[in-house]
């Protein structure tokens, strides 16, 4: 099968395009590096030229409400018109669980305009929401830090391992598109506290974390399970110990 994955040199393309490779297929892994800017459209157009099925992976280098929301409608309406003039018969996308409860969160306000751009876009497609990667809690840590303190709140997490977000990509790839969305999460939920009490010491960071009930999750209050998978999302194999035990520290 002939598949372009844009983004395809990042945490989540790097690791899907190995995986569809390994497993025989024909694989153009396409980002602005390359030549391939889905925001602009520059070379869109010959990247999909032949290609079956198309993997969304994009992300945007800024979460600032109004540029991510501007990437993503301009990535979106870029790649819907060169997947149309292309034939491409799958497009898959991916999203984040729980966008539609934190209105709050400029980044998952773009996410749905993403999504609502693809459902109408002419194309066959899936979207899988995924919840936060565990690759990403240092990133939420340093976004709860003040002087040098991480203020957590205590909602749940769900966190998911990069590898298993690319494995279940591969997966909905090769099927049939859904035209429609599924979940994945990781295999366990916790307290975004606790979590982060857990990785910042493995990771040999010292700050400490205090349990905040008012902090802000990028900009959007958490409550309940907000960010966690319905009762019948796909799991992940890889829990945050696992992650942590196998996983080397950073230089």
């Not at 899907?16 to 602005?32: C, N, W």
């Not at 409550?223 to 696992?242: K, M, Q, S, V």
């Amino acid at each position: 099968m002939n598949i372009v994955i844009l983004g395809g040199t990042g945490l989540i393309g790097t690791r899907l395009a190995a995986l569809l490779r390994r497993a025989g297929h024909q694989v153009a892994a396409v980002s602005p590096s390359t030549g391939v800017d889905s925001v602009t459209g520059r070379g869109l157009d010959a990247a999909l030229a032949g290609a079956q099925v198309v993997v969304d992976v994009t992300n945007s280098p800024s979460f600032a409400p109004e540029d991510v929301l501007a990437f993503f409608q301009a990535s979106t309406r870029h790649l819907l018109a060169a997947a149309r003039a292309a034939g491409v018969q799958h497009l898959v996308a991916l999203s984040v669980v729980g966008a539609e409860r934190l209105p709050d969160s400029g980044y998952l306000r773009a996410k749905l305009a993403q999504e609502a751009l693809i459902a109408r876009g002419g194309v066959p497609f899936t979207v899988l929401r995924a919840t936060q990667f565990i690759e990403f809690l240092g990133a939420i840590a340093d976004s709860l830090t003040d002087a040098g303190v991480v203020h957590a709140p205590a909602a749940p997490l769900q966190p998911v391992a990069a590898d298993d977000v690319a494995a279940t990509l591969a997966e909905v790839a090769l099927a049939a598109p859904l035209n429609g969305r599924l979940e994945l999460g990781g295999p366990q939920r916790a307290p975004l506290d606790a979590l982060l009490r857990r990785w910042l010491p493995a990771r040999g960071d010292r700050r400490s974390v205090v349990t905040d009930p008012t902090a802000t999750y990028f900009g959007a209050r958490l409550e309940g399970d907000a960010l966690c998978t319905a009762a019948d999302a796909r799991l992940g194999r890889t829990g945050l110990d696992d992650w942590l035990a196998r996983a080397p520290l950073a230089a």
